[in-house]
């Protein structure tokens, strides 16, 4: 079993930056592909970014490639997204997720892949 924890959100004013950590518990951690998802208010749940198990590998969705960046730490069983340029369609509860996904987009873009989901953060971005 792994539980995930994310913090970080708050109210930030648009250009600003924000960084979300997760933490893990359990001893697996390193096992799992992590990616982090964002749900804004009567919108469905969507990809942000995933990392590989190693950190070797990222991807991004379009909207916040450039501006975002996800990073893992396994001796922590911490995972991050720092999120630079804040837009305020990027207002949002963020989630971070752990799965054994398959490493193809078209497997780990979905939310229904991946196994652990924390409580999520939220994130708002004032204009």
């Known amino acids: 079993q792994v539980q995930l924890v994310e913090s970080g959100g708050g109210l930030v004013q648009a250009g600003g930056s924000l960084r979300l950590s997760c933490g893990s518990s359990g001893r697996t951690f390193s096992s799992y592909v992590m990616g982090w998802f964002r749900q804004a208010p009567g919108k469905e749940r969507e990809f942000v970014a995933v990392i590989s198990s190693s950190g070797t590998s990222t991807d991004y969705a379009d909207s916040v490639k450039g501006r975002f960046t996800i990073s893992r730490d396994n001796a922590k069983n911490t995972v991050y997204l720092q999120m630079n340029s804040l837009e305020p369609e990027d207002t949002a509860v963020y989630y971070c997720?752990?799965?054994?996904?398959?490493?193809?987009?078209?497997?780990?873009?979905?939310?229904?892949?991946?196994?652990?989901w924390g409580q999520g953060t939220q994130v708002t971005v004032s204009s």
């Open positions: 997720a752990a799965g054994m996904v398959v490493p193809v987009r078209a497997f780990y873009v979905r939310p229904d892949k991946y196994d652990y």
